[in-house]
């Protein structure tokens, strides 16, 4: 019993990155529609930012922090420079561009940093863990829970929340009293990059650094947001605690670690068959 | 931007004239136009079919077999384009359908002694049942849904072909390797020249039948599903039936590809055909150009040459330099370069009504 409390422990530690990467997909997706397949190896790409900042002496809050900062300018740079020419296009277009940028920053990581596997430290002193989680995987979600929060406080609580919802919901209306659709936009993408970095210095410990980390994770990150409803930030939370769940204990006692990525995304896709709009998500009816 | 893989673009606007805007131009052209039109696509085409013909005598073995590789994508594109293109059902995971076609190939050539040329028609049967098998579930599916399902099917596939169950078939990680056939009936052409023909005969095939399937009732209703499907369904267009079908078709096209391509490299491994070759193909046919026939030639070209070109840009970063290509040539040519090249000889063509 002890043992399978461990490890659906450890699946609730993985399922929450999940959750965080899941959730930087739901900032884009929400503000245009957009599922960004790049999200992963951006998120890689801020952990090595963070990486850089700590081996030139940062402390590591002082350069999680400034990665956060940092991330956040860069996903909204990218949101002003590239991927607004191709807001209007179509979504196949648009998709071929995330696969442009997804090549771009892995090979550019490997470029600048090198293809060797770095050993990426965690934050959380060791007398944290206990007997059913280790320190890291409380601190992860722990860290998942916060953003989560800042999360919900600032799209209920703030002007600028409100004036991003009301962006995605009715771009028209919305540039009618006066709110600077653009510059929403550009914050959704920030908002993602600085969430997606997040989950790249989370699991940096777990996986270890290298350019290729997040492949995996992104696949698990898109499933858990599918599965929750894309369109909801809770929901994307439970998918990701789901999927990583499910993983873990799948993997242990089920089929072993060759097929547990096929298996998972089997169920979910089964999931998804019969809740077509995820668990959590609105169902659309189309007029006719 | 220059080399030898434009080499067969120069002269393709006269064979995607009639593939693509034979009806738009004629509706448009005055009639002594088309006849000067019809000539110049017939000569075109000829010129075309001589280059073709010519290219495997003229360039290395090495860029032979490159070239039969360019000719394996286009099949594999035209079969993606019909379903994502013309159904407008997005597929990441084809590279799936291509797998499957190259080890049914391998397998009935290396355990069963199946002639190679008989293991490319039973690849496209095979693939095509699993497509439509597979396009039924996906019949629930639209979307982003249905990607990360086919997306999941593309991740899924490899696992299962290095899994233990079905070692004694596909050889596992170590995969399974094929002798290159000679050429037939004592020909005097080497294994990469008579390879390079013999997927040219495939190719030709492959772009009649589907020129000739979306004009016929099933193209219609495939894309009258894509642009009005409730219409098309209150039409009395059987949607499910017609959705299944275009999966089974598109696999068809891709699974004869895999099986082509196998032939070609005269390997399979599970890892040759990773998310990335899915990704790679549903690249080509945006890059190239969608639902457009000349498109799978254009992203043929592209998926098989562009790598190499980034590569000798940047040895250190090509992969940095693919995407950059990829975006660019998005930023330049939305609609790939099918629309491109169409958009251009629009042009052409109006200079020159002004002109008289």
């Not at chain 2, 089974?248 to 590809?257: D, E, L, N, R, W």
């Not at chain 2, 070109?309 to 609609?335: C, E, Q, R, T």
């Amino acid at each position: 019993m002890d043992a399978f409390l461990h490890q659906a422990l450890a699946g609730l530690a993985t399922g929450s990155i999940y959750a965080s990467l899941a959730l930087a997909l739901v900032m884009i997706y929400q503000a245009t529609h957009l599922v960004n397949f790049s999200q992963g190896e951006f998120a890689m790409f801020s952990t090595y930012i963070a990486w850089s900042l700590m081996h030139a002496g940062f402390p590591y809050w002082v350069a999680f922090l400034t990665t956060i900062a940092i991330s956040f300018v860069l996903g909204a740079a990218i949101q002003q420079i590239i991927i607004r020419r191709f807001q209007d296009g179509s979504v196949l277009s648009v998709v071929v561009v995330f696969v442009g940028l997804l090549t771009i920053f892995n090979s550019l990581a490997g470029w600048l940093f090198g293809y060797s596997i770095k050993s990426f430290p965690s934050p959380f002193p060791r007398e944290l863990g206990n007997t059913y989680m280790s320190a890291h995987e409380l601190g992860t979600i722990g860290v998942m829970l916060v953003v989560l929060l800042l999360l919900v406080v600032f799209f209920r609580y703030t002007p600028l929340g409100l004036a991003m919802r009301a962006a995605s919901q009715n771009p028209t209306s919305s540039r009618l009293v006066g709110i600077r659709v653009g510059w929403m936009l550009a914050l959704g993408w920030g908002l993602a990059g600085a969430i997606g970095s997040v989950a790249g210095m989370m699991i940096a410990p777990v996986v270890f650094l290298d350019p290729n980390m997040m492949s995996g994770v992104l696949l698990y990150a898109f499933a858990a947001a599918l599965l929750g409803g894309i369109d909801n930030p809770l929901g994307a939370v439970l998918g990701g605690l789901l999927v990583g769940v499910l993983e873990n204990l799948l993997g242990a006692y089920v089929i072993g670690n060759e097929l547990k990525l096929t298996v998972a995304l089997a169920i979910i896709v089964g999931v998804l068959v019969v809740r077509p709009a995820g668990l959590l998500g609105a169902v659309h009816v189309s007029r006719v | 931007m220059s080399g030898e893989e434009h080499m067969p673009q120069k002269t393709e606007p006269a064979v995607l004239a009639v593939a693509d805007a034979a009806t738009s131009a004629q509706m448009s052209v005055p009639h002594n136009r088309v006849r000067a039109d019809l000539l110049g696509v017939t000569f075109g085409a000829a010129a075309f079919a001589g280059l073709l013909c010519a290219l495997p005598f003229t360039l290395s073995n090495y860029q032979v077999f490159q070239f039969t590789l360019v000719m394996v994508y286009a099949i594999a594109l035209l079969g993606l384009n019909i379903l994502t293109g013309y159904n407008g059902q997005i597929s990441l995971g084809h590279g799936a359908f291509y797998a499957i076609g190259a080890y049914v190939a391998a397998i009935l050539m290396d355990r069963y002694g199946v002639p190679y040329w008989l293991t490319v028609p039973v690849a496209g049967a095979v693939c095509m049942f699993v497509g439509f098998l597979f396009g039924f579930p996906a019949l629930r599916l639209e979307g982003l849904y249905l990607a990360l399902a086919t997306f999941a099917l593309g991740v899924a596939l490899p696992q299962l072909l290095k899994s233990n169950f079905l070692e004694a078939w596909t050889g596992g990680v170590q995969g399974i390797v094929i002798i290159k056939p000679d050429a037939p009936y004592g020909l005097k052409l080497n294994p990469d020249q008579w390879l390079y023909f013999f997927t040219l005969f495939f190719v030709l095939i492959a772009l009649i039948l589907t020129r000739n399937l979306l004009r016929s009732r099933i193209g219609l209703a495939i894309v009258a599903i894509r642009d009005q499907p409730i219409a098309a369904k209150a039409m009395g267009v059987n949607t499910a039936l017609y959705k299944s079908l275009a999966f089974g078709i598109s696999a068809m096209f891709t699974g004869v590809a895999g099986a082509l391509g196998a032939i070609a490299v005269q390997f399979v491994a599970p890892d040759s055909f990773s998310v990335f070759l899915s990704i790679s193909l549903l690249v080509g046919i945006v890059i190239g150009g969608l639902a457009s026939i000349s498109g799978a030639i254009y992203g043929a070209i592209f998926i098989q040459f562009i790598p190499n070109i980034a590569d000798k840009i940047s040895n250190a970063a090509p992969w940095a330099i693919y995407g950059v290509f990829l975006i660019l040539f998005m930023l330049v040519m939305p609609s790939g370069i099918a629309g491109g090249v169409r958009a251009m000889s629009h042009r052409f063509a109006r200079r020159r009504n002004t002109a008289k």
